[in-house]
C-alpha cells in the first residue's frame, strides 16, 4: 500500500507539473484564458444596419430605397430621444427593421444609439 501510495503521488505530481507547463507555454487552447474580443459599434453598425442605412447613415442603398429606410443623419433621427430610438433598435421598428436587444444586448444596443448619433457631425 505505501509503494502505491508514492507510484500514485509522483504520477499526480507530474500531471501537475505537466498542466502548469502547458499553461504557462500558452500552447493550451487559449479560448480559455481570454474571451473573443467583443465588437465595436461601428463593426455591429456595419455587419447589421448598413444594408438599410447605409454606411454613412443616408439609407442610400438598394434596400434602403425599396423600404424607406430613414437617413439617421437627418434632424429628424437625431431630435429623437436616447429612449426612442434604443427602443427602436432594440425592439424594430414596423415590418421592415428587425429588434437587436436580443441578439446583441441592451448595451450593445446603446452603443449602437451612441454610433448613430454620429452621423450627425459628419
Do not use: W
Request: proline share 2%; glycine share 10%.
Amino acid at each position: 500500500m505505501n509503494r502505491f501510495m508514492r507510484v500514485l503521488g509522483v504520477a499526480v505530481l507530474a500531471v501537475v507539473v505537466c498542466l502548469i507547463f502547458i499553461l504557462a507555454s500558452g500552447t493550451g487552447d487559449s479560448s480559455l484564458a481570454s474571451p473573443a474580443p467583443q465588437k465595436s459599434a461601428q463593426d455591429v453598425y456595419l455587419d447589421k444596419c448598413a444594408v438599410c442605412h447605409a454606411k454613412d447613415g443616408s439609407g442610400n442603398t438598394a434596400k434602403g430605397r425599396k423600404v424607406k429606410a430613414k437617413d439617421l443623419r437627418s434632424a429628424e433621427i437625431q431630435k429623437m430621444s436616447d429612449a426612442d430610438l434604443i427602443k427602436d433598435v432594440g425592439k424594430g421598428k414596423g415590418k421592415d427593421m428587425d429588434g437587436f436587444e436580443k441578439e446583441l444586448g441592451a448595451d450593445m444596443v446603446k452603443q449602437l444609439v451612441a454610433y448613430c448619433r454620429s452621423f450627425a457631425k459628419q
